[in-house]
T-cell receptor, first 109, second 111 residues
Framework: KNQVEQSPQSLIILEGKNCTLQCNYTVSPFSNLRWYKQDTGRGPVSLTI?????NTKSNGRYTATLDADTKQSSLHITASQLSDSASYIC????????FGRGTSLIVHP | NAGVTQTPKFRILKIGQSMTLQCTQDMNHNYMYWYRQDPGMGLKLIYY???????DKGEVPNGYNVSRSTTEDFPLRLELAAPSQTSVYFCASGLGGDGYTFGSGTRLTVV
């Protein structure tokens, strides 16, 4: 069964600090990996998307990495802001996406 | 562009009632999806469609039905509402290989 496991389940950091979220997957075949940000009560919004051949992709303060050999991805957030408080979801797919449970990030002032 | 529009945003149903969650997109996307998200859980795929006239079951299809008569619309039907269907429902659309666009969700409570 295709699975996407994310860690940690939740994370609390101080404003201005960096953090890294992890995603391990068993989805095969693999087409692409996406990271989404989901604010409370809202639908997910795409942050990055990487294909099999890409190993890093940046979007402002968000940098995603992908190791297709070990089936691992990470999302690094630099200089966190209060508005970064959200759930971050890793999604791995062929044409049907498999969602991780997400990491709940809380940024404290 | 409006993107993906879901209606209603909130709904309370009694056990055994039926309703249709509406989803429409104006981006000419072939792929459309319905997900449910329970508290603290990831999104689970209910049904999806790869184009008008084609629908397929996802991970948790029981208790739901869909139709895709046009590219734009992908309604989700609950025939006999049960408390286990209390959840937040998200509709999404995409081109298959690129990112997906999500609607803002429908919060459904079955009492």
């Amino acid at each position: 069964k295709n699975q996407v496991e994310q860690s940690p389940q939740s994370l609390i950091i101080l404003e201005g600090k960096n953090c890294t979220l992890q995603c391990n997957y068993t989805v095969s075949p693999f087409s692409n990996l996406r990271w989404y940000k989901q604010d409370t009560g809202r639908g997910p919004v795409s942050l990055t998307i990487m294909t099999f051949s890409e190993n890093t992709k940046s979007n402002g303060r968000y940098t995603a990495t992908l190791d297709a050999d070990t089936k691992q991805s990470s999302l690094h957030i630099t200089a966190s802001q209060l508005s970064d408080s959200a759930s971050y979801i890793c999604v791995v797919s062929e044409h049907i996406p498999t969602f991780g449970r997400g990491t709940s990030l809380i940024v404290h002032p | 562009n409006a993107g993906v529009t879901q209606t209603p945003k909130f709904r309370i149903l009694k056990i055994g009632q039926s309703m249709t969650l509406q989803c429409t997109q104006d981006m000419n996307h072939n792929y459309m999806y319905w997900y449910r998200q329970d508290p603290g859980m990831g999104l689970k795929l209910i049904y999806y469609s790869v184009g008008a006239g084609i629908t397929d079951k996802g991970e948790v299809p029981n208790g739901y039905n869909v139709s895709r008569s046009t590219t734009e619309d992908f309604p989700l039907r609950l025939e006999l509402a049960a408390p286990s269907q209390t959840s937040v429902y998200f509709c999404a659309s995409g081109l298959g290989g690129d990112g997906y666009t999500f609607g803002s969700g429908t919060r459904l409570t079955v009492v």
